[in-house]
């Protein structure tokens, strides 16, 4: 089994930072791509960034030029950078990855459970 697990959430000011992070455990071959989602609330969840295994990004335009994933492959991480932060980035954030768990294996998509983002004076 797989389990994709977030920290790094919370509350903070418009203006502010956070750094979420998300950590992948289990049987794992490699993982291409990870990704950030978020949901804000009453909305339908949406990708913020995605990078792959050699380290190509894709951000949503909302979050260009302020948000910067990155990922440790060797640690299977990833890593998502807030800076600039607003109240319209309010979400709860969840890390999801495309796993391949042996060679040859059929690549299977892993959700975390989720970290509640609070943009708010």
């Known amino acids: 089994q797989v389990h994709l697990v977030e920290s790094g959430g919370g509350r903070v000011q418009p203006g502010g930072s956070l750094r979420l992070s998300c950590a992948a455990t289990?049987?794992?071959?490699?993982?291409?791509?990870m990704d950030w989602y978020r949901q804000p609330p009453g909305k339908q969840r949406e990708l913020v960034a995605t990078v792959t295994s050699d380290g190509g990004t894709n951000y949503a335009d909302s979050v260009k030029g302020r948000f910067t994933i990155s990922r440790d492959n060797a640690k299977n991480m990833v890593y998502l950078q807030m800076n600039s932060l607003k109240p319209e980035d309010t979400a709860v954030y969840y890390c999801h990855a495309e796993v391949r768990r042996a060679p040859g294996a059929y690549v299977m998509a892993y959700w975390g459970k989720g970290i509640l983002v609070t943009v708010s004076s």
């Open positions: 289990g049987s794992i071959f490699s993982i291409n791509p």
